[in-house]
């Protein structure tokens, strides 16, 4: 956590254009969001939250940097954002709580990205919507697609040609219980 409090005043200088390409494909690829409930975790400085507090509801960010949710905060001052200090392993959220979980560029991040999968699956309304990206240099295509399946995701959608990631739309299976 400590590197990413000490990059957060440069991190959007750093990786911005980067993480803009991910996120133009990944809304893209996304059905629409407008008027829902949606979550960014691992929100980091804000940059995909600038862009859904347009579309939807609510768009609440989560991250485990406090020095990154403090830019973030700085930057968006809209009644329809919220941001949240927290871990994404064992988010603060109840369940069936958001239409719509954005994970970009956080699982490789995560000691268990299982988990943080899990969790996902357990905020997530029924018939909700996963949009996540596995960074090509952690993660093969087939490790990401099993940690999908594995956690309850059925992959409708998905991309890897245009960024450094594979992307991946996902619909939460109905009745299935995730691993403990």
Known sequence: MESYNLSASVYDQLYGEEQEAKYAEGLRMTPPVNGLTVLDAGCGSGLLLEKLSRLTSLAVGVDFSERMI?????????????????????????????????????????????QALSEAWRILKEGGYLVVSFLKKVFTKDEAEMLLNASGFEIINQSGEKTNDYIYVCSKKPFYHTPQ
Do not use: C, R, W
């Open 70 to 114: 403090k830019i973030a905060q700085s930057k968006i001052k809209l009644e329809n954002v919220e941001f949240v200090i927290g871990d994404i392993e064992n988010m603060p959220f109840k369940n069936d709580t958001f239409n719509t979980v954005f994970m970009f560029t956080v699982l490789n991040n995560t000691p268990k990205p299982l």
